[in-house]
């Protein structure tokens, strides 16, 4: 596809789209992980931190004080089950699945949050070996994304911008 | 009258050029950690198009110790600047097009004149982490590598004068990420990732940006400002919008072209009306140029490419301006800014016009519009998410203000405003209609989702970060 090699705009990465944060503040597809933190259901000050690896789906859910969660002893606890559902909404099932190498991704219709879950339920995933690391490394991913929001905005123009055109409403 | 047909005409020298940028591109793609006898070629026919300019023994020395597998942060640094030589030839053809095709006169290019020096420590952190990318190439790229820019990006945001190179890094970083590993990439944004990766390495060079972060200030500006339209960019944790507009003297002087900027680090999830919600406390022109104002300037600080430095202070709303008599009475004698040195980039273009008179084609997968017999294609696609202004609008009009782009070896239309065809009514829709807050239903629950979004962002923010 030339056009896609020789465009200096063309849009490499789709814009979220936008989800109600309150259940699952952060989700995020990176280091070979889906990761996030979802809000517990009884206590205000506490967060899980869950995740669930490319490939073979190792997974973690611990509390932001890095205590383990008791659904996840032997399979996806809740937590898990949320994240995966806020990351379809937030990225689209095809680009979860595709960035977590399940085998939903065949045929056209992108895969449900259901769907996703079930399939990597099936393999039936390990807990992750370095779960206490792992839980540290995405609480620290979600404190520097909320320190976005304290960064002050300026006028000075920012040429490189240039570079990232809005991509408009996300069907 | 823009003059449609000399869009479509070949440019001089561009083939060439752009042959030898894509045979460099190549290059970035298997990395030059092991240099294939492919990549030399690639980095011979880099160094063979810049053997002309004062650079030329630099790069080709850099080709060779590059090819040989041996480049070092120097090297790199020779071959990125040898690539942006390439494409400001290819600016200058492209915008002396763009001048005859609107008559235009634009003001000379400024001397390069060297900022302040930058902490040295941060530059250097970044240009390593740049140099790593170019060494495992885009089809070695893996989770660490991508990961590894995310500390120098911290390191880099707080400072104001530093923001250019760590957004610019955040955005590309954020794109390597979310291609990894590189091994399984099936096609590669070549020519986007190669520009993304030199303009880093040139911004990590201390001088390369004066402090303010864009050119120096070089008059200061009392008169009317009459704004045209907003052209809105955003990454994942980045926005900015420029808010395009003619300026008046009130010494009843020659008018000119100006851009008013604003831009804020942003979380991922705040997006659409979320956008506008950060960005319109800082920059009360977003409103004025949604609802309609002009404003009035008195001593607003200006650089030679016709960037305002904003200050609030010296600004005052005036009465109602329609942005398409301002296109039509005030557009056609303005003079157009110099380009910055280091912004000689065809992706930097974006000129305003004013495009009437067309038909519409919606033949193709793309909206053009045909102009005296000829196609000009419109990027429907830069729309913002929370704007009145839709594809379908853009189809359904007979005038249009634009910003003419160039990419991809073509001209395109983005549309900031567009007058509808339908008899009836003479509606006015902007791109930028919503920037300082809508009443319009739909947009009004977008803009009540981006503050739930924003409040639950913050809550935590004070729950732990503060903790
Ligand atoms: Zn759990």
Redesign the interface.
């Known amino acids: 596809m030339p056009m896609w090699e020789e465009s200096s705009l063309v849009r490499v990465v789709p814009t979220a789209r936008p989800r109600k944060l309150a259940k699952v503040p952060f989700v995020e597809l990176a280091a070979g992980r889906l990761q996030g933190v979802v809000s517990s259901g009884s206590d205000v000050s506490r967060v899980y931190v869950s995740s669930v690896a490319s490939g073979d789906f190792a997974f973690a859910c611990r509390t932001n004080n890095n205590r383990p969660c008791g659904g996840a002893r032997g399979g996806f606890c809740n937590h898990i089950g949320a994240m995966v559902g806020e990351a379809v909404l937030q990225y689209g099932g095809a680009r979860v699945a595709r960035y977590l190498q399940t085998d939903t991704a065949d045929g056209d219709a992108a895969p449900t949050a259901q769907q996703l879950a079930a399939a990597m339920s099936a393999a039936r995933p390990q807990q992750a070996a370095d779960a206490q690391a792992v839980t540290g490394q995405v609480f620290a991913r979600f404190l520097r994304h909320l320190a976005y929001l304290e960064l002050p905005a300026t006028t000075a123009p920012l040429p490189e911008m240039h570079w990232f055109p809005t991509a408009g409403a996300v069907a | 009258m823009m003059r449609a047909d000399l869009l479509t005409g070949e440019l001089p020298g561009l083939d060439e050029a752009?042959a030898a940028v894509?045979a460099f591109?190549q290059v970035l793609a298997g990395g030059l950690l092991r240099p294939q006898p492919a990549q030399a070629a690639g980095l011979t026919a880099l160094a063979n198009a810049v053997a002309g300019s004062p650079i030329a023994a630099l790069v080709a020395e850099a080709a060779e110790k590059a090819a040989a597998g041996v480049a070092g942060e120097e090297h790199l640094l020779a071959l990125a600047a040898g690539r942006t030589a390439l494409f400001g030839a290819v600016h200058d053809a492209v915008v002396a097009r763009v001048d005859e095709a609107t008559g235009r006169p634009r003001e000379a290019t400024p001397p390069f004149e060297p900022g302040a020096p930058l902490p040295a420590n941060l530059l250097a952190s970044a240009r390593a982490w740049l140099c790593d990318v170019a060494r495992a190439g885009w089809r070695g790229l893996d989770?660490e590598l991508a990961?590894g820019a995310?500390q120098v990006v911290?390191a880099l945001?707080?400072a104001?004068e530093l923001?250019?190179?760590a957004?610019?890094l955040d955005?590309f970083a954020?794109?390597l990420?979310?291609?990894?590993p590189g091994r399984t990439l099936g096609?590669?944004?070549?020519?986007?990732w190669a520009?993304?990766w030199a303009?880093g390495m040139l911004?990590t060079q201390p001088g390369a940006v004066t402090g303010?972060?864009?050119g120096a200030e070089t008059a200061a500006l009392t008169g009317r400002l009459l704004p045209l339209g907003v052209d809105?960019?955003?990454?994942?944790?980045?926005v900015?919008a420029?808010v395009h507009a003619v300026f008046e003297p009130a010494d009843g002087g020659p008018a000119r072209l100006v851009?008013?900027?604003?831009?804020?680090?942003?979380?991922?999830?705040v997006?659409?009306a979320?956008v506008w919600q950060?960005?319109r406390?800082?920059?009360s022109l977003l409103a004025a140029a949604g609802e309609g104002h002009a404003m009035e300037l008195t001593g607003m600080p200006v650089t030679d490419e016709g960037?305002l430095?904003?200050?609030e202070e010296r600004t005052r709303v005036d009465e109602s301006a329609d942005v398409f008599t301002t296109a039509r009475v005030a557009l056609p004698t303005v003079r157009a800014g110099a380009t910055?040195p280091?912004?000689r980039?065809?992706?930097?273009i974006?000129e305003p016009v004013l495009v009437e008179g067309y038909t519409v084609d919606r033949s193709g997968d793309e909206v053009a519009f045909v102009v005296g017999g000829e196609r000009l294609a419109v990027?429907t696609?830069?729309?913002?998410?929370a704007?009145p202004l839709t594809a379908q609008a853009v189809a359904g009009s007979r005038a249009c203000i634009g910003l003419l782009?160039w990419?991809?070896?073509r001209f395109l239309l983005?549309p900031l405003a567009v007058q509808s065809a339908a008899k009836s009514r003479t509606a006015v829709v902007q791109a930028g209609a919503w920037a300082g807050g809508t009443a319009d239903k739909s947009g009004a629950k977008?803009e009540k989702?981006?503050t739930?979004?924003?409040t639950?962002?913050?809550e935590?923010?004070g729950?732990?970060?503060r903790s």
């Open positions: 752009l894509d591109d989770h990961a995310a911290s945001l707080p104001p923001r250019r190179l957004v610019l955005g954020a794109e990420a979310a291609s990894c096609r590669i944004p070549l020519r986007r520009d993304l303009r911004l303010a972060g864009a809105l960019h955003e990454h994942a944790t980045a900015h420029q851009r008013a900027s604003v831009s804020a680090p942003k979380p991922d999830t997006v659409g979320g950060l960005l406390p800082h920059l960037d430095l904003w200050s910055a280091l912004d980039h065809p992706a930097r974006a990027d696609g830069r729309l913002p998410a704007s782009r990419d991809a070896g983005q977008a989702a981006a739930d979004t924003v639950v962002l913050r935590r923010a729950r732990l970060l």
